[in-house]
């Protein structure tokens, strides 16, 4: 009886999800279609969809886990999460907009190619090699945790849990292309948000309220209640901190968040989402956090922290509530993985295949190789996930930052310092990729587990700011810097 | 010193964590309502050609 409840809920949202893909098909028949929906998306779409596509699994089993394992430490997190939304799209999203307007660019690789007047599209190739191999790490990751929730809400079993989540993806992403993505992202949002809400209160409720809670915590581990966890303020302390802050600057520049102002269908947009944005993520952060040390409070003793999620909804509600919660776990991961695949397919179709190679096929036959591109990035995603089951959320934080360190100090300096050069975009997009990789395999346990997020911030930055200032900078692109900031108008 | 059993240093690192970007947010809004009533319309959203390598 339970298993058929969940089964039914189960259904019912895939059948959402399946109509979505019809429903956006219509757009899917040309690049800007497929990629951007058209440039046509509305703020509360863009909103919740670009939340729901940079938090995945990670937030609902990862972020309820640190909740559960470190307490109030985890505040740093949100502090991070929130603050780089909230930049994002006050300071990026309309400059960016305004820019990829203009050269009618629809992936970032596009925006930078023209932003520098490249005609080499040595940031196309650049793009995606880090895009492919960042991308497939990513979806792996997420394939997994498909297979993990399936197996533990349903007992399908691990490779059918894969083999389903990957076939619902790839069925809407290939029929209905971006729009479906980012309205999809949108339903998994708010169903997110929703979760987020309800299980923090039940949570906290069922441990006996605020008091009770924080006194049980406090009792199992004082360190649950200090902001510095159990470090105190020394350098590893802030080091830990640092490092969970630094999770939200990647929504300042990854292309996967990026994408979604390009989509917008006006600045007006950008400008009314921004508040639903930080709403939406203030929400999802808050609650998981919560949960967590509610979870904690209620079963002490987890083997593993990231398993609380589950565990409440199972304990606290009904069978059907168990079904809504299996759902909004699997709306995560999908959220995130249709994301990745059209922006992976983006790179091999729009950026290599039509513009590097310079391929002459129409918009139609490019829109179909795309939908083909999706389908085999996400069958190497599944062969790795069947292939490498375990640790889910270092392969997301490593993708995560791998992405944003490539892309998000490039972004930045080429929106905001004129003085940026072609030479010092590449530098510090190669810089910052190749440095957070160097950083996770050989530095990171000798110095006290620095989020490698942190040094490939610094060397995107630096190595775009000294190569920059050793060449010399277009000045027609400098003059089309300074139009654009006219035409934006001052943030305040 | 605690409120609701959860220290004073913990409260201000969540309210600061939560409204540090609200506050941002709500100040950039606020800023562009009035920069709209003012100028009677929403700026720079226009599309020109600028002869980019796209």
């Keep these: ?492 | 010193m605690s409120i609701l059993g959860m220290p004073l240093d913990a409260w201000i690192l969540l309210l600061v964590a939560v409204g540090l970007g609200l506050g941002l947010e709500v100040a950039f809004v606020m800023a562009r309502k009035r920069g709209r009533s003012e100028s009677g319309g929403d700026a720079g959203s226009g599309r020109r050609d600028v002869g980019g390598a796209t």
């Design chain 1, 1 to 492: 009886m339970t298993s058929t409840t969940i089964i039914a809920v189960l259904v019912g949202y895939l059948c959402v999800l399946l109509g979505i893909g019809f429903w956006a098909s219509r757009e899917s028949g040309d690049l800007k279609g497929y990629y951007v929906a058209g440039k046509r998306l509305p703020s509360w779409v863009i909103a919740f969809s670009s939340n729901a596509t940079g938090e995945s699994a990670w937030l609902l089993l990862g972020l309820t886990g640190m909740g559960y394992a470190i307490g109030v430490h985890a505040f740093w997190v949100i502090l991070g999460e929130v603050l780089g939304v909230a930049c994002a799209w006050i300071f990026v999203a309309r400059p960016f907009k305004e820019y990829t307007d203009r050269f009618d660019a629809i992936t970032v690789p596009d925006y930078l190619t023209d932003r520098f007047r490249d005609k080499t599209h040595v940031f196309r190739w650049a793009s995606a090699v880090i895009v492919l191999s960042m991308v497939m790490a990513y979806t792996a990751a997420q394939l997994t945790a498909s297979g993990k929730a399936f197996d533990s809400f349903l007992g399908t079993g691990y490779t059918q849990g894969v083999w389903i989540g990957l076939g619902i993806v790839l069925f809407y992403t290939t029929v209905g292309g971006f729009k479906a993505v980012a309205y999809s992202d949108f339903v998994q949002g708010v169903l997110m948000l929703a979760c987020l809400v309800v299980l923090p209160i039940a949570g906290v409720r069922a441990a006996g309220g605020f008091g009770e809670m924080f006194s049980t915590l406090d009792a199992a581990d004082p360190a649950l209640l200090r902001p510095m966890g159990e470090f105190g303020l020394g350098v590893a302390g802030i080091a830990s901190a640092s490092g969970f802050v630094a999770i939200g600057f990647a929504f300042l520049g990854s292309p996967q968040l990026l994408t979604r102002f390009m989509a917008a269908r006006d600045q007006k947009q950008i400008v009314d989402g921004g508040l639903w944005a930080v709403i939406c993520v203030i929400g999802f952060d808050v609650g998981a956090v919560f949960a967590g040390m509610a979870g904690r409070t209620l079963f002490p003793g987890l083997a593993d922290p990231e398993t609380v999620l589950p565990q409440m909804s199972t304990a606290l509600f009904p069978a059907f509530f168990t079904g809504i919660f299996l759902v909004v776990v699997l709306a995560a991961i999908m959220s995130t993985v249709d994301s990745l695949l059209i922006l992976a397919s983006s790179a091999v179709v729009r950026d290599i295949v039509q513009k590097a190679l310079g391929s002459e096929w129409s918009e139609r036959k490019l829109s179909l190789v795309g939908k083909a591109v999706t389908v085999l990035m996400g069958l190497v995603g599944l062969a790795v996930a069947l292939g490498e089951v375990r640790a889910i959320f270092y392969f997301v934080l490593f993708a995560w930052s791998g992405i944003a360190c490539a892309f998000t100090p490039v972004v930045l300096c080429s929106l905001f310092w004129k003085r940026t050069t072609k030479a010092g975009a590449v530098a510090g997009m190669i810089g910052g990729f190749v440095v957070t990789v160097l950083w996770v395999v050989v530095f990171k346990e000798r110095f006290y587990d620095l989020y490698e997020m942190i040094p490939g911030f610094a060397a995107g930055f630096a190595a775009t700011i000294v190569v920059s200032l050793m060449t010399e900078p277009d000045a027609k692109a400098i003059a089309e810097l300074e139009d654009v900031h006219r035409s934006v108008g001052p943030v305040f």
